[in-house]
């Protein structure tokens, strides 16, 4: 009885890491700016969300997930505050790019901001969740997780208005949700105008493999 209940436990996170496991590596790839250090954040969100399991309800499997691989990269960056994953944001990028330059400068660009603002920015506008949502995950309040994406928002303007010309798709302006493009497998998109030419880039979608 034991061994069967077992391997029915182990059936369904096995079909729960294979639903989740793109959503989670896209918002670790967003979070940490590095493909390696990606990985190893979500093995070890499925890690403890697999010791978790008999306790965890189907249908909040992804957000308990989500919030163990959020705490851990909170973990991980007050071990190595001060170190960053990624290179210096170019003073210059070319004009033109291709869609993997675009998620490459994107990541970029969040890497610029405290943690807890890059956060708050990717768990609203790329991962797309509520502002009471981000606010449960985080344990702060949604008046905080407002104030936080609208300093985060400024910050990345503020890094694309120092380079007029270039525009990419990082944020939308705070209180607004970008629409979401018809097929499941792109994230949620999002905007900014610099100098009044828009791009977009499906940032989060074929950023990890």
Do not use: I
Request: glycine share 6%; no cysteine.
């Amino acid at each position: 009885m034991t061994t069967r209940v077992g391997a029915e436990r182990d059936a369904a996170f096995t079909a729960f890491v294979e639903q989740a496991s793109p959503s989670l590596l896209r918002t670790a790839w967003l979070l940490t700016g590095d493909h390696h250090a990606a990985h190893e954040l979500v093995q070890a969100a499925l890690v403890k969300t697999y010791v978790a399991w008999p306790r965890v309800r189907p249908e909040g499997a992804l957000a308990y997930a989500r919030k163990v691989l959020v705490n851990e990269r909170t973990d991980g960056w007050r071990r190595r505050r001060g170190e960053v994953v990624v290179g210096e944001v170019p003073e210059r990028p070319a004009p033109a790019q291709t869609a993997s330059e675009d998620r490459d400068l994107v990541v970029r660009l969040l890497a610029t901001l405290p943690d807890q603002q890059r956060r708050v920015v990717v768990l609203r506008y790329y991962v797309d969740l509520s502002e009471q949502a981000v606010a449960d995950l985080l344990n702060v309040s949604v008046g905080t997780v407002k104030s936080t994406a609208s300093r985060g928002l400024a910050a990345l303007r503020a890094e694309l208005a120092a380079d007029p010309g270039v525009a990419t798709a990082v944020t939308t302006a705070p209180g607004t949700t970008a629409s979401r493009p018809p097929s499941t497998r792109t994230s949620t998109t999002a905007a900014t105008t610099t100098s009044g030419t828009t791009t977009t880039a499906a940032t989060a979608e074929g950023g990890v493999r």
